[in-house]
């Protein structure tokens, strides 16, 4: 049975030691197909974020919406997503038959999440189908929970660039969520992952150098995104406005630093944090008004180390 991990996975597991216990665990959790639960979860979505390719191998981070019920699970292996993509979303090219396309249901309220990767089957004026390679759980650790319902929006402008820029800097520096999406090219165990990062509003630092400075904190230990990143450092942010609906998609290139190389720099590990992630800004794209689901404040996680460094 090949392992559900690939080398850039399997590499951080054995340097932190846990390689013969996440093959055991990963073995057992990570499904060619949707268990029940997950199929039922998916339906009560009002969105899913995705992970994609453009033809240039760059991942892209964006978002489906819909009345809850526009993605639904017509058998385990196969996910039916019903909904309308705006032309200038980057996902909307990347739709083809046979493209790989991660997955997170997340479900704010109740701070759920399941990951679903696959390709793209079937695609039509309506839709299109996910045909299933891996489905499984992630915990509900630095999600911020919000209550949401639906919020009718006159979409605003779209703007572009490169680079740091003022026009998003404001949202990235008081965010408290944002999702990564990043790409692994393994036949058998790679494909695109969509991942959840959160913190406390602020948490992702402008540094002296020009990136964006992310902690990472603790977690499940199968390091998905961190070992794509290792392997191939281009990844795509998404970061949303929960309170206008802008969306930022942002371009970037990771470097993954140890507590040791940042001693060696003089660079501040973030309180919690144990390692971090320097993201440098490529291409952007901002989307005014594009989100139609409004949201409460945040009820922050319980899991929050104290901010600091």
Not at 44 to 63: K, V
Not at 71 to 78: G, I, L
Not at 294 to 308: R, T, V
Request: with cysteine.
């Amino acid at each position: 049975m090949n392992s559900p991990f690939h080398r850039g996975e399997q590499a951080i597991q054995s340097r932190l030691g846990v390689r013969d216990k996440l093959e055991e665990i990963g073995r057992r959790v990570i499904r060619p197909y949707m268990p029940e639960q997950h199929r039922e979860f998916f339906a009560q979505l009002p969105w899913l974020l995705t992970g994609s390719l453009a033809a240039d191998g760059w991942p892209h981070a964006s978002l489906l919406h819909g009345a809850p019920g526009f993605a639904y699970s017509p058998e385990p292996t196969v996910l039916r997503v019903d909904a309308a993509i705006d032309a200038d979303d980057p996902l909307a090219s990347h739709l083809q038959r046979g493209a790989p396309l991660g997955l997170l249901g997340l479900e704010l309220p109740t701070r759920r999440r399941n990951r679903l990767n696959g390709q793209i089957g079937q695609r039509d004026g309506r839709g299109f189908t996910l045909q299933v390679r891996q489905s499984f759980g992630n915990c509900p650790k630095y999600i911020q929970a919000r209550d949401w319902h639906a919020q009718s929006r006159t979409p605003g402008p779209t703007e572009h660039g490169s680079g740091l820029d003022q026009r998003w800097l404001e949202l990235a520096r008081r965010a408290d969520t944002l999702f990564i999406a990043s790409h692994n090219a393994d036949p058998q165990s790679g494909g695109v992952d969509i991942s959840h990062r959160g913190g406390a509003a602020g948490f992702l630092a402008l540094g002296s150098d020009g990136r964006l400075w992310l902690p990472d904190y603790s977690g499940n230990l199968m390091f998905n995104t961190l070992g794509n990143l290792l392997l191939e450092p281009r990844c795509g942010l998404l970061l949303i406005d929960f309170a206008s609906g802008d969306l930022l998609h942002l371009q970037a290139r990771a470097e993954l630093f140890w507590p040791e190389q940042l001693a060696a720099q003089g660079q501040p590990l973030a309180a919690g944090a144990e390692r971090m992630l320097a993201l440098t800004p490529g291409s952007w794209l901002l989307r005014r008004a594009r989100l139609p689901l409004a949201f409460g404040p945040a009820q922050p996680s319980p899991a929050l180390p104290i901010q600091g460094t």
